[in-house]
């Protein structure tokens, strides 16, 4: 080999010592959290409470949620987190008179005016009526998420209705914020939806009767407003039911028993 070739030579192998090394190294982190409500109040079954009894995640578009907890939530009385008890034990009936001369409740502790009731004589004016402030009862379930949500609400009479119908119970809905109920809730909260306390809630449904056809409520928001606990990123859903509709009971409705199943569903749009 001459002098030539060998320069050659040695010039290639140095550019081939020379050159630097290559790897490709591939790494893909993947994360993806679904549209979560929690939803939360007295267990159906057993009274317990507070209890998360529905978890709801959606899966898809459309009607693709999935409920992870079987069984459903029960309602507390609002307030506190005592469960709704059953309709005979939580009957409200017109009792007790006030400084005006108007029912406010009753003295027994059905909750019923009956027989046990007892009244002094009081003096009837222009303004005494029946009732100051109606027949009302009120119930409320906690709610938490990460997405924006709807509620569909159904109503149904139960066997044994007498004089009263779907259309005598009055209807109102609405949103705490933040409170304490013997668990406080909400300091890291928002309103589901921008409108605040009534925001998103169908306002056309003013009794039972009119349920069914619409969600009752469409956020456009998550409750979650800042780093938090279930509890402390939680709102409260307020129902309010008034014998009589939106003007109350009177005399004029005679006498009668209604019992109502309101039922709630919470899922993702």
């Known amino acids: 080999m001459n002098l030539r070739k060998l320069?050659?030579?040695g010039g290639a192998v140095a550019a081939l010592v020379g050159a630097p090394a290559q790897a490709s190294i591939i790494d893909n982190p993947q994360f993806q959290v679904l549209g979560l409500v929690i939803v939360w109040g007295a267990d159906s079954a057993t009274g317990t409470t507070?209890?998360?009894?529905?978890f709801v995640i959606n899966s898809g578009a459309g009607d693709a949620d999935d409920d992870l907890i079987a069984g459903d939530v029960h309602a507390v009385v609002t307030g506190t987190l005592s469960p709704t008890p059953d309709a005979a034990a939580q009957a409200v009936s017109i009792g007790e008179f006030d400084?005006?001369?108007n029912f406010i409740a009753s003295q027994s502790s059905t909750g019923v005016l009956d027989a046990s009731d007892s009244f002094t004589a009081f003096t009837l004016t222009d303004d005494t009526d029946i009732f100051s402030e109606?027949?009302?009862q009120s119930s409320s379930f906690y709610v938490a998420s990460n997405t924006a949500f709807a509620i569909n609400a159904t109503a149904t009479a139960a066997p044994g209705a007498t004089n009263f119908t779907l259309s005598d119970i009055g209807y109102?809905?609405?949103?705490t914020q933040t409170g304490d109920d013997g668990l406080a809730f909400g300091d890291d909260a928002q309103f589901p939806h921008t409108g605040g306390a009534t925001g998103g809630v169908d306002a056309s449904v003013t009794d039972l009767s009119q349920m069914g056809t619409n969600p009752i409520f469409v956020g456009n928001q998550r409750t979650a407003?800042?780093?938090?606990?279930i509890a402390s990123q939680s709102v409260r859903f307020d129902a309010v039911y008034t014998l009589g509709g939106?003007?109350?009971?009177?005399?004029?409705?005679?006498d009668g028993?209604?019992?109502?199943?309101?039922?709630y569903t919470v899922f993702v749009p």
């Open 99 to 101: 400084a005006g001369g």
């Open 134 to 136: 109606g027949l009302t």
């Open 246 to 254: 939106t003007t109350g009971y009177d005399l004029s409705l005679g």
């Open 50 to 54: 507070p209890v998360v009894s529905d």
């Open 7 to 9: 320069m050659l030579a």
């Open 257 to 263: 028993n209604i019992e109502a199943n309101v039922v």
């Open 172 to 175: 109102d809905l609405s949103v």
């Open 225 to 229: 407003a800042t780093p938090g606990t």
